[in-house]
């Protein structure tokens, strides 16, 4: 008779194996994010790796040809970016005086008429803000950071996470094949079959979900660049790439060009009336991309349910920060792969069917 398979001890080995490995990833979770990083980007860049090796190019050189046009692009994108937050800046600073005055003689009005609230800003305060706010004799880095001390610590964090990047994504590349070897000959030979052939799926999965999503970001981006562009907003081009770029996060990346192209289009414009093309242009771009762009490039592919991607942002945000946002979604799609084969088995074994 077999026996129950509550009581195979295999299981519970597993079982506590998992759980130890998931309090050990809750308590690294501070450290893990570039190396996290690094390793989906090594995953992206391999393909490209693979086809200059495949031309008679060594597995290294390659590698830093790969990384350096990796680099090339991020800085293009940087210098085009970088500009439009600090001319915000600058211009916020110089006109927060008069917004506030719009603000009290547009919007204060019509909140204590309609909702009975007395709203009142300091107009001269304000002015001694915004003027000394950009005083070419203080540095706007160390305004921003706003303690020595706390600024410094965090910067440096911050810099020695960007430096790991590169690191372990440049190592990863280079041994990649011997790291997949390695990984291929540790799976127990009598799962060998089934683990290959979901890691398989796991790879078609992301595969189309990137490619796709590639997609998306560059329509999308040419899109918001020419919307913005008509509507007439200075800052087009840069909020139109940060948005179309962002799209792949679900969310951060609307709610960041919404928020980037209203503070443009008031510093601008100051009126309502601009302000609601630009608003309109960003709007019809939602809809095309959560309706029509992302469903037809991506797909349904994740399967996941709109309240389980809220969950897998908030989740992954929590335990991995800033990149765990980024990764969220294709984590999340591997996951589901696991799971679907994991629900197979456990509809097909005996602990949901009973004895046999």
């Given at each position: ?8 001890p295999r299981?519970?080995?597993?079982l506590a ?5 998931g309090?050990l990833l809750y308590?690294?979770?501070p ?7 690094g390793?989906i980007l090594a995953y992206?860049l ?11 190019v ?14 090339l692009?991020?800085v293009?994108?940087l210098l ?10 600058r211009?916020?600073?110089?006109r ?14 019509w909140?204590?008429?309609?909702l ?12 001694q ?35 790991l ?6 190592f990863l590349?280079?041994?990649?094949n ?7 000959a ?7 079959g089934?683990a290959?052939a979901?890691?398989g ?8 979900f990137?490619r796709?999503q590639l ?7 040419v899109?918001y ?10 800052f087009a ?6 948005t ?11 709610a ?7 503070i443009?289009?008031?510093?601008q414009?100051g ?5 609601g093309w630009v608003?309109?242009a ?14 037809l ?5 994740i ?14 945000g929590?335990i ?5 946002v980024?990764?969220?979604?294709p984590?999340?799609?591997?996951l589901?792969v696991a799971l679907?084969?994991?629900k197979?088995?456990y ?10």
């Amino acid at each position: 008779m077999k026996q129950p398979v509550l009581a195979d001890p295999r299981l519970w080995g597993w079982l506590a194996i998992a759980l130890a490995a998931g309090g050990l990833l809750y308590a690294l979770s501070p450290i893990l994010a570039p190396f996290l990083a690094g390793a989906i980007l090594a995953y992206v860049l391999n393909p490209l790796v693979a086809r200059l090796t495949g031309k008679r190019v060594g597995r290294t050189s390659a590698v830093v040809l790969v990384l350096l046009l990796a680099l090339l692009a991020v800085v293009a994108l940087l210098l085009v970016i970088l500009p439009l937050f600090y001319k915000e800046l600058r211009m916020l600073a110089e006109r927060l005086p008069e917004l506030v005055n719009w603000l009290n003689q547009g919007a204060t009005p019509w909140l204590a008429e309609r909702l009975g609230i007395a709203v009142h800003f300091d107009l001269d305060t304000l002015k001694q803000m915004a003027g000394g706010a950009f005083d070419a004799k203080q540095d706007l880095l160390s305004k921003m950071l706003g303690s020595a001390h706390i600024g410094g610590l965090l910067l440096l964090g911050i810099l020695v996470n960007l430096l790991l990047i590169p690191v372990v994504l440049f190592f990863l590349l280079r041994d990649w094949n011997d790291i997949v070897a390695r990984a291929d000959a540790f799976i127990p030979r009598h799962l060998h079959g089934r683990a290959r052939a979901i890691f398989g799926e796991i790879d078609a999965v992301l595969a189309e979900f990137l490619r796709g999503q590639l997609l998306v970001m560059l329509l999308m981006s040419v899109y918001y660049v020419a919307a913005l562009w008509l509507t007439r907003l200075e800052f087009a081009l840069p909020i139109g790439l940060i948005t179309g770029l962002l799209v792949f996060v679900p969310f951060v990346g609307s709610a960041t060009g919404f928020v980037l192209a209203t503070i443009a289009a008031f510093l601008q414009f100051g009126n309502l009336a601009d302000v609601g093309w630009v608003w309109l242009a960003i709007g019809i771009g939602q809809a095309l991309e959560g309706m029509a762009v992302t469903p037809l490039l991506v797909g349904k592919r994740i399967g996941l349910h709109p309240v389980a991607v809220i969950f897998a942002l908030l989740a992954f945000g929590q335990i991995f920060g800033f990149f765990g946002v980024l990764l969220a979604l294709p984590a999340s799609a591997a996951l589901l792969v696991a799971l679907r084969h994991l629900k197979s088995a456990y509809l097909a074994g005996s602990l949901y069917g009973g004895p046999k």
